[in-house]
């Protein structure tokens, strides 16, 4: 999207032109005609009342078709979703050049105040922050209102601790799995030995696993479904990042035994075997709903554990293999963190002794008192 910014002894006007390269040459040619008028002191276009900037949900509308055109369909459904929920409403009629750091903050102090968690919060400063940032670099505002308002959402320690289950508890759900719910165990297996994502752990198909090599390719994942049209998606792995999961020999037993039964179900109803390790009702992959609804919620009931999000064992794995004090960038791999920071940031306060460790290193440079002065053999002091 093109605009033109009129800034003429302080009096400052804008009007939006177009998108693409035609709105880029309309824009350079009424640019040259405006600058042509204001040199003959013509500021007509100055009181016309309709050369305003635009408002926040003008501008926003715009924006949302540029991030659906570089981003995943799933990415850009979720800051529409954002925008036309939370902020449109508060915020969407101001002139985006009206937008101040103290509208946002009330928007953000109501949200907490209505129990939102800080994390969610911040998810929705982050995607205002975003479009505000094209605005600032399109020199539609002079800066960004809603920069460095993160700490205004309190990290609160409850929002940074992760879910887990212990290792007592692991076994437990588990074991149940096996017993009573067969048809829960690999998926339930899958999430607790290899530390997948849900949508990345159903979408898994039987070419990804390398049972030689014990290891498992993550190629994809369960994209975000728009209801109204009710199509589905397999988008990408998160960050388009493709990876390799080293898988135990446990899990690798369990899913071979899986296809071994995929191959012989096929062949006595005379057709190929699906490609989906983990099958839904219609025969593709089974959804993150179904799942959850079918599969997840009645083996916690079964189990006798209190309800944690399948996510848990994404967790629970990276603090066990944490536990065991296994390097922090094999974690990062296998996890599939773009860097160590974030496994640090999420998982750091784990590591057991880390804190101890550090204060004990204290001990090895002040083991001795550092205010005596210690005398050389020609009866000197040290420097």
Same mark, same amino acid.
């Given at each position: ?9 302080? #009096?400052?006007?804008?009007r #939006? ?14 640019a040259e005609?405006?600058q ?15 050369a ?16 659906a055109?570089?981003?995943?369909p ?8 954002i ?11 101001l002139?985006?050049t ?18 939102f968690?800080p /994390?969610t ?33 309190a990290r ?6 992760v ?21 829960a165990?690999p998926?339930v297996?899958t999430?607790? =030995?290899?530390g997948? =994502? ?14 030689? =090599? ?15 049209l ?9 960050s388009?990042?493709v990876r #390799?999961v ?5 899990l690798?037993?369990v899913?071979?035994?899986?296809l ?20 839904? #009702?219609d025969g ?12 997840w ?9 209190s309800?944690?999000?399948?996510h848990?064992? =994404?967790?629970?794995?990276a603090?066990?293999?944490?536990q065991?004090?296994?390097n ?12 160590? /920071? ?28 550092l ?7 020609k ?5």
């Amino acid at each position: 999207m093109w605009w033109l910014f009129i800034d003429y002894k302080g #009096r400052r006007k804008a009007r #939006r032109v177009g998108i693409g390269k035609v709105g880029m040459r309309a824009a350079k040619a009424a640019a040259e005609k405006i600058q042509a008028k204001l040199a003959l002191g013509d500021t007509a276009l100055l009181d016309d009342r309709r050369a305003t900037a635009p408002s926040l949900t003008e501008f926003a509308e715009g924006w949302l078709k540029h991030v659906a055109a570089q981003r995943k369909p799933g990415t850009a459904e979720k800051y529409e979703a954002i925008l036309r929920k939370h902020w449109f409403p508060t915020l969407g009629r101001l002139p985006v050049t009206a937008v101040t750091r103290e509208h946002i903050k009330t928007v953000l102090g109501t949200k907490l105040s209505a129990d939102f968690k800080p /994390k969610t919060v911040r998810g929705h400063l982050d995607v205002l922050r975003a479009c505000l940032s094209v605005a600032l670099e399109d020199q539609v505002i002079s800066a960004n209102p809603a920069a460095r308002l993160g700490k205004f959402v309190a990290r609160s320690g409850e929002s940074q601790m992760v879910e887990t289950f212990t290792r007592a508890e692991l076994t437990t759900l588990l074991e149940t799995a096996e017993r009573e719910m067969p048809e829960a165990y690999p998926i339930v297996l899958t999430l607790a =030995r290899a530390g997948l =994502r849900i949508g990345e752990a159903l979408t898994v198909q039987a070419e990804d696993l390398d049972f030689e =090599r014990h290891e498992l390719w993550v190629r994809r994942t369960w994209g975000s479904r728009k209801k109204a049209l009710g199509d589905r998606r397999i988008n990408a792995p998160k960050s388009n990042r493709v990876r #390799r999961v080293d898988m135990s020999e446990q899990l690798g037993h369990v899913l071979q035994g899986l296809l071994t039964m995929r191959e012989a179900e096929a062949i006595l109803k005379g057709q190929d075997r699906p490609p989906w390790l983990f099958l839904g #009702r219609d025969g593709g992959p089974m959804t993150p709903g179904s799942f959850w609804q079918n599969l997840w919620r009645p083996l916690l009931r079964r189990s006798g554990l209190s309800y944690r999000k399948p996510h848990a064992l =994404r967790h629970t794995y990276a603090s066990l293999l944490i536990q065991n004090r296994e390097n922090l960038a094999y974690i990062r791999d296998q996890l599939g963190h773009h860097s160590i /920071k974030l496994t640090v940031d999420t998982y750091g306060h784990l590591v057991p002794g880390a804190n101890r460790a550090a204060v004990n290193r204290l001990d090895d440079a002040t083991g001795r008192n550092l205010y005596a002065t210690s005398i050389s053999s020609k009866g000197e002091e040290d420097e």
